[in-house]
């Protein structure tokens, strides 16, 4: 939409809502998007070279709105100590008693239960 591509975002946009199971997006909507993310070139000289200029989001928006920095700091973390449980566990394995094959086993047995779960409690 930024580069005015507004057919392609709208089919785009058409798509994901069949997949998403939600009303399909009209076409104006994607105009209405694309218009508020520019601004008009208000000096005479680059009137002539742009007619429109991009608004850009930067690091600073970022820190500076809590809707944005708030849950990506918690998803960070909950990545984080996921990442660290899992490797610690898999990568000690030839540390634990018992049999190597029945700790590989049950492993395998938690990703199964671990990522469809995690699919249901990242979607809610």
């Given amino acids: 939409m ?25 076409l ?12 008009p070139v208000e000096d005479g000289d680059l009137a002539e070279e742009a007619t429109v200029i ?4 930067g690091y600073r928006q970022f820190f500076r709105d809590a809707a944005l920095r708030t849950p ?3 998803q960070m973390l909950i990545m984080c100590s996921t990442a660290i449980t899992y490797y610690g566990i898999s990568l ?6 018992g049999s190597p094959y029945f700790i590989v086993t049950l492993l395998g047995l ?7 779960s995690a699919l249901l409690i990242s979607n809610r």
Avoid: C, W
């Fill in 54 to 57: 991009v608004k850009r989001f």
């Fill in 92 to 97: 000690n394995v030839k540390n634990m008693k």
């Fill in 110 to 116: 938690s990703d199964a239960i671990g990522y469809p």
């Fill in 28 to 39: 104006a909507t994607p105009h209405a998007i694309a218009d508020s993310e520019v601004a």
């Fill in 2 to 26: 930024r580069n005015r591509k507004i057919t392609q975002a709208h089919k785009v946009l058409r798509i994901m809502a069949k997949v998403n199971g939600r009303h399909p997006v009209d």
């Fill in 72 to 74: 990506t700091i918690y």
